[in-house]
């Protein structure tokens, strides 16, 4: 299906009043250089917290190791990339506005990507239309692939979290069900009236949403393998299902405790366990620190020659 196909599939959105239009294109403009900034700072302030003597002494010196890393952490961007594309055909230089969109969320907070990521889009020309309801249907997508996920790996898993003694009533146990539950059911049930997207891209969008969940759980149970090899590879792959499935639920307090209970149960109090999980959220930190520095530098420097072709264009009209 080509990118025109897709704007004529996606109702367009009533044109907006002349009166806001210099408003909305004004704030539009400056949504992304905006974002670069936050994510600039936030990279500095976690830049100047990171004990980086500490996190190297932690890393594994397998190369193995590096080349997993980097195939786990570039995972999302592609796997970003590869929906827009689909969906708008961007090219490949659009995957440093991808990577802008992970590291927001991650350094700063949830779905401010998507935020940044609409405004990336006004500013390459697409419709409101277009550039809010795609981006609305891929992070609907997202959460209900994820979701499903969840419910899945907790089906495999419920013996496991059942020996935890997670310490919820009934009715917080039925409501967190219920919240996971809720985006599959209504990408399912309402796929007609929530989507714009058509539904041969849609089936397209979830099938790599399941790739990105799935490599996500076996490349980041290979990389705790690679750092502790005498643990077998089948039991991080249950850990990380098992690390997934207390991720997403609701309505459970003390997640931390709840994951340490996980890691005795399921390694006793294996010495190094709480080392290795200490060096991947440093890296991972790490990897978005610098991510963001490049990331957020190139936004600057994309808009500032944005502003000098303005302010040439405006000079040329005023000399013609």
Request: hydrophobic share 60%.
């Amino acid at each position: 299906m080509s990118v025109a196909e897709v704007a004529d599939a996606i109702p367009a959105s009533p044109a907006p009043p002349p009166v806001g239009a210099p408003f909305g294109t004004a704030l539009t403009r400056l949504a992304a250089p905006a974002m670069s900034i936050a994510i600039l700072a936030a990279a500095m302030f976690e830049l100047h917290a990171m004990d980086w003597h500490a996190v190297l002494a932690m890393v594994p010196a397998n190369p193995l190791f590096w080349l997993v890393f980097v195939a786990f952490y570039c995972t999302p961007i592609v796997a970003e990339w590869a929906i827009y594309h689909r969906i708008w055909g961007i090219p490949r230089a659009a995957i440093v506005a991808m990577a802008r969109k992970t590291v927001s969320n991650d350094l700063l907070f949830g779905y401010v990507g998507e935020t940044y990521l609409y405004s990336w889009a006004r500013r390459a020309g697409k419709t409101p239309g277009i550039a809010f309801g795609s981006v609305k249907d891929v992070a609907l997508l997202s959460a209900a692939v994820g979701n499903s996920a969840t419910i899945l790996v907790a089906v495999f898993t419920a013996p496991l979290l059942g020996r935890l003694h997670i310490a919820m009533p009934h009715w917080a146990i039925g409501l967190a069900v219920v919240a996971v539950a809720a985006p599959p059911m209504v990408a399912i049930l309402g796929r007609k009236s929530v989507f714009h997207l058509p539904g041969t891209l849609l089936r397209e969008i979830t099938a790599i949403h399941i790739v990105r969940s799935t490599s996500g759980i076996v490349l980041t149970a290979l990389m705790w393998h690679l750092a502790l090899p005498e643990i077998a590879m089948s039991w991080w792959v249950a850990f990380s299902a098992l690390k997934l499935v207390l991720s997403r639920l609701p309505f459970v307090s003390n997640k931390d405790l709840v994951f340490a209970g996980a890691t005795a149960l399921l390694f006793g109090h294996h010495g190094n366990i709480a080392t290795l999980m200490a060096m991947m959220a440093s890296l991972s930190v790490a990897a978005h620190i610098v991510t963001g520095l490049a990331a957020s530098t190139s936004g600057l420097i994309e808009a500032a020659a944005a502003r000098l072709r303005r302010v040439g264009a405006s000079r040329d009209t005023l000399v013609a």
